[in-house]
């Protein structure tokens, strides 16, 4: 079926008032393809605003499903999704097609990793970051640098939110930003720290603003640094971020992450339902501090070999070098949803 033509009974009439954005912008967001990595809670809120404004295609990509404590601040999903345990994608789908028939969204019920992502992300116009861990961070980072396709960085904590366009050969790419990759459970994660939904609708607003930007061609008015934002207080900073010139991403152009010899690997270990989530080489992790911060979560047992906490209905066992045993599943998807929320990795 040919696609409907955009304005149909004059959906758009109100943002195609706006001189920058006019019928002609509306066709160039009819003709555009948006990947959402993470249909979470910023993956929700920008794919509800930008299937509104008409982005002719959005893929949803996401591993999850649906739980009653995600309902709070992930707007695409309702009761029934959570008692159902609805995977995130095809419930945000459903919701989508709901709000607007005339676009096409695609749902990705996968873990996006090194295997997947060029077949996955492939002939998309924008990938927006909404994933919850560092390591998918970077991988979508190596492939944006090598074929060219520009993403925006975006993350939430508490109050606190940023954003950063990542345009490559143009801008500082996220290995710029954040050169090191953090070791699992060095920063607080949503379950750890908590999140504040207004904050969540805030930084999306941000991150899909500049995304317009991009997809109207008004690359000049994207705001090239590291927007920063504090949701209670009220506060917005601009940093800039420096290009680095021995950067091994876009400078030296090293993809150890989309080769696969970098970032997390998941295992089901063969008749005992866990699965192994290994680290990078060379992790060294102090559990003491871990299991501080991991108290807040459940029942916490330390011993000199690993760190074990029970999160219903799963238990974790965590080792020093960064190793992780998902004890109450076979899923690897779900395990390493599971450790990214708890670990951030
Ligand atoms: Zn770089």
Not at 108 to 126: F, P
Not at 251 to 260: A, E, I, K, R, T
Request: charged share 20%; net charge neutral.
């Amino acid at each position: 079926m040919p696609p409907s033509p955009p304005n149909q009974n004059g959906r758009y009439d109100p943002q195609q008032r706006l001189e920058f954005l006019g019928a002609f912008g509306q066709k160039r967001l009819r003709n555009s393809r948006i990947a959402i990595v993470g249909c979470g809670a910023l993956g929700s809120h920008l794919a509800s605003t930008l299937g509104r404004m008409g982005v002719g295609c959005l893929t949803l990509i996401d591993r999850d499903f649906v739980e009653w404590s995600n309902l709070s601040r992930q707007v695409l999903f309702d009761e029934s999704d959570a008692r159902d345990s609805q995977p995130k994608v095809y419930a945000a789908a459903r919701a989508l097609t709901r709000i607007n028939s005339e676009i096409e969204i695609r749902p990705r019920a996968i873990d996006l990793d090194h295997d997947n992502i060029s077949v996955i992300l492939e002939d998309h116009d924008l990938v927006l970051d909404g994933t919850d861990n560092f390591s998918t961070r970077y991988l979508i980072n190596e492939w944006s640098q090598k074929f060219r396709v520009p993403w925006i960085h975006a993350a939430v904590l508490g109050t606190f939110g940023q954003i950063l366009p990542i345009l490559p050969g143009e801008t500082a790419c996220y290995r710029c930003f954040l050169p090191t990759p953090p070791l699992p459970g060095q920063f607080e994660t949503c379950d750890t720290a908590g999140v504040l939904g207004l904050t969540v609708a805030s930084v999306a607003a941000a991150q899909a603003c500049e995304a317009i930007k991009l997809l109207l061609g008004r690359k000049e008015e994207i705001r090239k640094g590291l927007t920063l934002l504090e949701s209670w207080q009220g506060s917005v900073q601009i940093l800039s971020v420096p290009v680095r010139p021995q950067c091994p991403t876009c400078s030296q152009h090293q993809y150890p992450f989309l080769d696969g010899t970098e970032g997390q690997t998941a295992t089901t270990l063969c008749g005992r339902n866990a699965v192994q989530v290994k680290a990078p080489k060379g992790t060294q992790l102090d559990l003491d501090q871990l299991a501080d911060r991991l108290a807040a979560l459940g029942p916490v047992k330390l011993n000199p070999f690993f760190l074990r906490v029970h999160l219903d209905p799963v238990e974790l066992s965590i080792f020093p070098d960064g190793r992780v045993l998902v004890h109450g599943t076979d899923d690897t998807g779900q395990a390493r949803n599971i450790v990214s929320r708890t670990l951030g990795s």
